[in-house]
């Protein structure tokens, strides 16, 4: 006869851990998890020209806000764990620009090259499609190529590499703009377009 052997610390009620990411819309409660995983990035240099410190409040304030205008605000969680997240915010803040945005993704120093970023980037994509943005832009500090080829194989097309546009860490950094469409891009205007009578629409000719 076979004897099963019980763990009995177990809890029952505990979710089994499988081991796959799983990406889903953040959480308040997820806000130190992606607190500790962003100040470590940028100490560490992994997201180009960040500096600016943050407090798990300011994290759930952007979040907050995200959700307002309907951004997407994801994690990727392993076995409960966050391992990573993304959001995407406005482009520009001109009304013209309003069916662009430009997005970050953080992903834990221990998960680096796992699968985070290849979860969490079409996830993102997806959720910014479906919310009627029509282009997404990314900067990628130019020697990160890890990131580089992450986001060309989702589908980004690099457009310009700003040539020593900052300074961290005793050198200097090249920033690579790359672009992807959303949905039907630029082939179609927007739902509810009119063209005005002077053919510019709703472009707006203040300056940045």
Known sequence: MQTIALNEDADPAAPRKTG???????????????????????????????FEALHADDIKRRRKNMQKHRLPHLVADLDGTVVGYAYAVPFRKRPAYRYCVKHSIYV????????????????????????GYRQMIAYVD??????????????????????????KFGRWYDSVMLQRALGPGSSTPPPGFAASPLGIGDVSIESD
Do not use: W
């Not at 962003?38 to 997201?47: E, F, K, M």
């Not at 985070?116 to 959720?127: D, H």
């Open 20 to 50: 796959e990411i799983i990406v889903r819309p953040s959480t308040e409660a997820d806000a130190p998890a992606m607190l500790a995983i962003y100040t470590r990035s940028v100490q560490r240099g992994q997201n180009g020209l960040t």
């Open 108 to 131: 834990h120093q221990d998960h680096l090259r796992a699968g985070v970023g290849r979860k969490l980037l079409p996830a993102l994509i997806e959720a910014c499609a479906a919310e």
């Open 142 to 167: 130019a020697a990160n190529g890890p990131s580089l080829k992450l986001h060309e194989a989702c589908g980004f097309r690099r457009v310009a590499c700003l040539e020593g546009i900052g300074f």
